[in-house]
């Protein structure tokens, strides 16, 4: 809780003040997990790369009894840290095999699901892979209004980036038209809301949107 508030230093005092008191306590690895969180928040990759492979070997030890949320959680993070470093092969690796953990452990057509489905459909689609982003990222936009509210972020990200996937490999009238609404239902959205003006996902949508009318000086990230 102290971590996700962005208290991410007093938060570490307290994750490594419980390992010392409970060495041996059976929620081990979520201090583990939480303190990767912690330092990869601070920046010091390098750290938390420690703690997040500690708990996945730990969970990796106990074989059937490891498959829990932790180990869904602990692979995640530590996809997202690799797709911080660039390294966008080995993060897609542990988001799929986060995939699969948290399919066992929630099941199909749950919120955990959607939330990694997410990611590697994103994670495609950086990839230039939309193709395969498709339909990842079909699954998110099915789950989350279960869910979360439709102005959540996480639906408004799976409806933006659905609808570039699909922009990118469709070329049907219908199917271009309803993508391009949603990019620009979705941007006005943005508008409303002073914090995500200024946020990358306003600026995503922005840049998909002018691509999908036509204009030719939008670029992808990294081909300028």
């Known amino acids: 809780v ?41 920046g010091d990759l390098e750290a938390a790369r420690g703690y997040y492979l500690k708990a996945i070997e730990r969970l990796r030890a106990r074989g059937e009894a490891g498959v829990i949320a932790d180990l869904g959680h602990a692979l995640n993070n530590y996809g997202n840290l690799l797709s911080e470093e660039g390294r966008d092969e080995g993060a897609l690796a542990y988001y799929l095999e986060s995939l699969a953990v948290r399919y066992r452990v929630s099941g199909p057509g749950s919120d955990s699901v959607a939330l ?44 933006i980036s659905h609808a570039r996937a699909l922009l990118l490999t469709h070329d049907e009238a219908e199917v271009r038209a309803a993508a391009t609404e949603t990019l620009e239902q979705v941007l006005a959205a943005f508008r409303e809301d002073e914090a995500y003006r200024s946020s990358r996902f306003y600026e995503q949508a922005a840049g998909w949107l002018a691509a999908a009318r036509g204009d030719s000086s939008y670029t992808e990230p990294g081909e300028q």
Do not use: C, K
Request: negative net charge; aromatic residues 8%; without cysteine.
């Open 116 to 159: 990694q489905a997410l990611n590697i459909g994103r994670l495609l689609l950086n990839m230039q892979r939309p193709e395969e982003a498709l339909p990842y990222l079909q699954e998110a936009v099915e789950i989350f209004p279960r869910f979360r509210d439709e102005d959540s972020i996480y639906n408004r990200v799976a409806r």
């Open 2 to 42: 102290l971590a996700d508030a962005g208290n991410f230093r007093e938060s570490i005092v307290h994750q490594e003040r419980a390992m010392v008191l409970s060495p041996d306590a059976p929620d081990q690895v979520s201090t583990l997990i939480n303190l990767g969180y912690a330092y990869h928040g601070l």
